[in-house]
C-alpha cells in the first residue's frame, strides 16, 4: 500500500507523506514510492509547482524509520540505506519546477533531510526542526551536515546536530532557513506556488539550474543542461541533425 501519493491539478502538483501513525518516518518503500514520483513530475512536465505535504497533527516526518534500518549491517547500512537515501532526496532537489515543503509539525532528522531538498520552506508556528540522530548512536545520513551546511547558519547546525537542540519556527525562520511561518503553512505554501503561475516556465527552470550551479547542487549537470539548452536551440544543431539524416556534409550557420 502506497504511503506516499502524487496529484496534480491547475499546473500545482502535491507530493504527500501519508504513514501518520508511524510520523511519517521513511520506509524503504517510501522512499522508492518517493522517487518514483519525482520521476513522474520530471517526466511529465504537468506541474509548474509541486508541495510537499505530510499527514497528522504530531510530525511532518521524524525521519527514518528505525525498525527499517536498525538491523542493516554497516556496509549495507552505508551502501544502500545512506547512499539509497542521497540519491532519492537528491532526485528531489533537483526537479526543474520549484518545490515548496510545508511543515505543519515537527521534522526530525531525515524529515529536516527531506524538507532541505526542497526550494522553500513555509512551517507553522509551532513546529520545529532537530538532527537527533547522536542520540541513537548515529549521524546525519542523508545529507544533514552537508547540503543543511548550505542553507543555515555552521552554529545552529551544530546545535542541532552535536547537541541535538530543536530549533523553533521562529528561530528556522530568522536563519533564513524557512521563508514564512504561517498558521496555515499550506495556504501559505499554495499562494507561493500560486504566483508562478504568472512567471514563464521555462526562466523558472533556467533560474533554478543557475542558482544550483552556483551553489554546488549538482554543479555539473547544471552547467550542462544550461549549455545543452542553449546549444539546442540553435540554427547549428538543427543543421548538424539535418546534415547527419541526409548523410551530408553540415554547413554550419554559426547561430
Known sequence: MSAVHLQIAGGIAMLRLDNPARLNAFTPAMLEQLVAHCDRLDRDGAARAVLLVA???????????IGAWAGIPPAEFARLWV????????????????TVAVIQAHAF??????????????????????????Q??????????????????????????????????????????VAEVAEDPLAAAQAIAGKLLETS???????????????????DAMIEALGS?????????AEGVAAFAAKRKPVFPGT
Open 83 to 98: 547512499r539509497g537515501g542521497h540519491r532519492i532526496f537528491d532526485r528531489l532537489a533537483r526537479l526543474p519546477m520549484p
Open 109 to 134: 532528522g531525515g524529515g529536516l533531510e527531506l524538507a532541505a531538498a526542497c526550494d522553500l520552506r513555509v512551517m507553522a508556528p509551532g513546529a520545529t526542526i532537530a538532527l537527533p540522530e547522536t
Open 201 to 219: 516556465p521555462r526562466a523558472t527552470e533556467v533560474a533554478k539550474y543557475m542558482i544550483h550551479a552556483a551553489v554546488g547542487e549538482d554543479r
Open 229 to 237: 539548452g542553449m546549444i539546442a536551440a540553435s540554427a547549428d544543431k
Open 136 to 177: 541513537v548512536g548515529i549521524v546525519p545520513g542523508w545529507s544533514g551536515t552537508q547540503r543543511l551546511a548550505r542553507l543555515i547558519p555552521e552554529p545552529l547546525l551544530k546545535e542541532m546536530a552535536l547537541f541535538g537542540r530543536r530549533v523553533s519556527a521562529e528561530r528556522a525562520l530568522a536563519a533564513g532557513f
Open 55 to 65: 499527514e497528522g497533527p504530531r510530525a511532518f516526518c521524524a525521519g527514518a524509520d
